[in-house]
């Protein structure tokens, strides 16, 4: 069983900065990728930033320019350091690993979340 557990979240003023960290119970290589999404109260989740095995990224278009996903991969960990923050950025922020395409499918696993809020 994949373990993806999160942390970092927190309570932060707008403007300010958080770094989560998203620790993997195996090789980050065993995943095609990996990623953020993260979900507001009453909204649907969302793809926040996601790297590939080869180390390629995309990101969300409100995030990006602040948002900075990046890995160790000796520590089997996944970053996401997270500046100038808003407080549309308020939301639970999971960690997702797929195997395959699909972040959704058979061979994708997910974190149980890390709090965000961003106060105005």
């Known amino acids: 069983q994949v373990q993806l557990v999160e942390s970092g979240g927190g309570l932060v003023q707008a403007g300010g900065s958080l770094r989560l960290s998203c620790a993997a119970s195996e090789s980050i290589f065993s995943f095609n990728k990996m990623g953020w999404y993260r979900q507001a109260l009453g909204k649907q989740r969302e793809l926040v930033a996601r790297?590939?095995?080869?180390?390629?990224?995309n990101y969300a278009d409100p995030v990006k320019g602040r948002f900075t996903i990046s890995r160790d991969n000796a520590k089997n960990t996944v970053y996401l350091q997270m500046n100038s923050l808003k407080p549309e950025d308020t939301a639970v922020y999971y960690c997702?690993?797929?195997?395959?395409?699909?972040?959704?499918?058979?061979?994708?696993?997910w974190g149980k979340g890390t709090l965000v809020t961003v106060s105005s």
């Open positions: 997702n690993a797929a195997r395959f395409l699909n972040d959704y499918g058979p061979g994708a696993y």
């Open positions: 790297i590939t095995t080869g180390g390629s990224t």
